[in-house]
């Protein structure tokens, strides 16, 4: 499956680079669809398949086009764009909407730490998931249209200091992408996090701004980020990314009831297969990594348990201060409990 969805680089790259609308909202029979990540990136081809998909399905009824590597958005705009309706799809990562519906920094705590991505994709397609995106079409205005795809595992990254416990964190200024979550997270193993967007990381890396970085393991190959000198990577068993699918109201709001149904039957068909290809895109970026000369490591099921419960201090203060909605936190630790 991974390879089918490499297959449609070629597909997306040629949507991608078509001219760009002067006005970039969508026609009444065009979805536009607006990628942060490059052609080869697997969130990239997994938009390109559900275009391709939808418009196969509806008989060429829905048509969509994907434009990749921020042409029109970056990841941390587009998602008021598709508020706006400037853009008629995208799928932002978890951290940048926590920043609009405070909520969403539940997937971060550290109950959650030792849950498999599987184990958390069920958690998302059940009450945690609906009341989730439910709270997002309140507090802007969009509609997720079906299941979240995974982005993957979260390491931790460094140029010059090993990494392979949780002792070798304390005092390491880490870059995150934001969130209280990831910010708790790092707290909680004695470094300090430094919010910084990604198209600023590898400058930061290379300069020594920061000795380390939260990534996805797709994003340091696609980014190269050992030319900046990463050498080390440490799997803490913590955060799972997740991409929120978000269309505009302007866009849903043109479909007939027929349509909508499949829309999200159409989604939720490739979330699927994006979910089984993810498993191959960190088996395959780890070797490459390997390859590269970057030694990665895995903290054991003791360790990161007990680093769990050192953290129950840093959660419950997120939960305090951004004031979580009680019913979420319920759901995720009665899910991290099974």
């Known amino acids: 499956m991974f390879n089918s969805l490499r297959n449609l680089a070629v597909a997306g790259s040629v949507m991608a680079m078509s001219a760009i609308y002067a006005n970039t909202a969508q026609a009444a029979d065009e979805l536009v669809i607006s990628s942060a990540t490059p052609p080869q990136h697997i969130q990239t081809l997994t938009m390109a398949r559900f275009a391709e998909a939808l418009m196969e399905r509806s008989g060429g009824t829905l048509k969509a086009k994907v434009f990749d590597s921020s042409q029109l958005y970056n990841a941390r705009d587009v998602g008021k764009a598709v508020a706006r309706g400037d853009v008629g799809m995208a799928t932002v990562p978890s951290p940048y ?3 609009v519906e405070s909520n969403i920094n539940v997937l971060d705590l550290p109950v959650l730490k030792g849950m498999t991505a599987q184990e958390r994709a069920k958690m998302l397609d059940g009450p945690l998931g609906d009341k989730l995106n439910e709270m997002l079409h309140a507090k802007m205005g969009v509609v997720v249209p079906g299941n979240w795809p ?6 931790y990254w460094s140029t010059s200091k090993p ?6 964190f ?3 200024q880490v870059r995150i992408p934001g969130g209280a979550g990831p910010a708790a997270l790092v707290e909680g ?4 996090p430094v919010v910084m967007p990604g198209s600023d990381m590898p ?7 920061v000795d380390a970085t939260m990534a996805a393991i797709e994003s340091v190959v696609q980014q190269k980020l050992t030319d900046v000198g990463v050498r080390y990577g440490f799997w803490d068993q913590g955060v799972v990314g997740f991409l929120i699918p978000i269309v505009s109201q302007a866009y849903w709001d043109s479909l007939s009831d027929d349509e909508k149904a499949l829309f999200t039957e159409v989604w939720n068909d490739v979330v699927a297969d994006q979910r089984v290809a993810n498993l191959a895109v960190d088996a395959e970026m780890r070797a490459t990594l390997k390859d590269w000369g970057v030694t990665i490591s895995d903290a054991d099921d003791a360790s990161s348990a007990a680093m769990r419960e050192k953290m129950m201090p840093q959660q419950e203060a ?4 951004y004031k979580l909605d009680a019913d979420l936190v319920a759901l995720a630790t009665e899910a991290a409990a099974q």
Do not use: D
Not at 150 to 155: K, P, T
Not at 189 to 192: A, L, P
């Open 150 to 155: 995974i982005l993957g595992r979260v390491y």
């Open 170 to 172: 304390v005092g390491l």
């Open 97 to 99: 909407l926590s920043r």
């Open 189 to 192: 193993m004695g470094g300090v």
């Open 163 to 168: 990494l392979t416990n949780f002792e070798e």
């Open 318 to 321: 997120v939960i305090a201060k």
């Open 203 to 209: 400058l930061a890396l290379q300069q020594g701004t």
